[in-house]
Each structure stands twice: as C-alpha cells, then as structure tokens.
C-alpha cells in the first residue's frame, strides 16, 4: 500500500475485554516497529519486527500485551484482559531496511478502556 | 541511556512570526536527532533528520533545526508560521535499526493565533 496502515481507528473496550490491533506497513518493509502514546506524551517504544521475528519486546508493559506478524507483513498487537491504563494511541511505524534512517507511521488507534 | 528533554508543553505564536521549539537530549554517542511532527488524528511525519556533517539541517514546510553538541540541543525553527503549522511536535533521538533505542521527547504543543 502506499503507506502504513492501521485498523481500527478507534476502539472502545471494556476493562477485562481483549483487543487486537492491526498494522499494515508498507508493502516490503522489513522492519515494524509498534509504540504505544498516553495522551499528552511521545511514543513509548513497545517491540520491534524484521520479518517475521521479534528482536526486542522488551518495551510490553505486562504479559498481557502480546505482538505477531507471522508472515513478515501484517502484524496484530493483542491486548488481554484490557484495563483503564492501557487507553492509548498505539502506534505503528515501519521501514524497509533494518539500517534505514527513516521510518513511516500509521495514524493509529486509539485505544479508550471504559 | 538515552532520553530527550523538551521544556515548553504548549507554546503559542501569531501567524507570521518566528518559532523556535526547544529539545535538549542525552545520548552516550553521536546521536541521531529527528524532529517529527503530528496534526490531530494522525501519525508522525518527519519533519527533518540529522546525523552528521552540517549542524543546520533543513527539513520540509519550511522548518529547519540546529545540532548544538555543547549544548546537546537540537531546536526547531521556522522564520514565519503559518496557520496550518498547529500541531504537536516531537523531537526523538536514537536510530532506527537492529538495536531499537529510539526514544521520543513529551512533545510540544503550537497553537497559532490569526
């Protein structure tokens, strides 16, 4: 596609529900990387992607965030058992080469947890 | 580790007049500073990137920005704004890559009065 997309846009969930958001990047990009925005803050660095494995996660607040993207394309961040403090802008961005100086974001979800 | 530092939440300016954003970082190396920029319901789009060679960097609509190492700033100027320049503005610092260390400032408000 022509840039990186993601779905939904919004997402209301109420607290215990699970959520699964997704990230389409740009078509052949390597890397993927997901970031997680509190209102009034910078995005906060969650877990990263070239292809289809994860070689840092260490930014997930808790086991119950989880990130895939089996096939090297799409990935989906899930959410379980959702609470108030996971509301957020979560953001995706991705870049074609590991080593690239750039990377292109998504418009996010927004995530409200009622 | 690194971290950057930007000391005006909100700032406000008259369509026509200068601006200048503020972003003090802490890097162990050479950094890579980066100023992004996000309108209302949207994702971040780079503004302008600097990683070496010339300390002022022109980026796109305008903006340029200036790598102080004595300082460790990088701040953000525009000599005129206009209107459709209210956004919230984010100076990072770090590199995309292998070993993610990308890490966002809090992000500086504009409003622009007519």
């Known amino acids: 596609g022509a840039g990186v997309s993601q779905s939904p846009r919004y997402k209301v969930a109420k607290r215990g529900q699970d959520v699964a958001l997704r990230c389409d990047p740009i078509s052949g990009h390597v890397s993927l990387f997901w970031y997680q925005q509190a209102l009034g803050q910078g995005p906060e660095f969650l877990t990263y992607f070239q292809n289809e494995a994860q070689l840092d996660k260490s930014g997930l607040p808790s086991d119950r965030f989880f990130a895939e993207r089996p096939e090297g394309s799409v990935s989906t961040l899930k959410i379980q058992r959702t609470q108030q403090e996971d509301s957020a802008v979560y953001l995706c961005a991705s870049s074609y080469q590991p080593t690239d100086t750039e990377a292109f974001f998504g418009q996010g979800t927004r995530l409200t947890v009622v | 580790a690194q971290s950057v530092t930007q000391p005006d939440i909100h700032i406000t300016v008259s369509e026509g007049a200068s601006l200048e954003l503020r972003c003090n970082y802490s890097y162990g190396a050479t950094p890579y500073l980066f100023w992004y920029v996000q309108s209302p319901g949207q994702g971040l789009q780079l503004l302008l990137k600097?990683?070496?060679?010339?300390?002022l960097v022109q980026g796109i609509k305008g903006f340029e920005a200036e790598f102080k190492r004595s300082q460790s700033s990088f701040n953000l100027r525009k000599p005129s704004v206009h209107w459709s320049d209210a956004a919230e503005y984010f100076c990072a610092v770090g590199a995309w890559g292998n070993n993610n260390d990308m890490r966002f400032g809090a992000g500086t408000r504009l409003t622009v009065k007519p």
């Open positions: 600097y990683f070496s060679g010339d300390t």
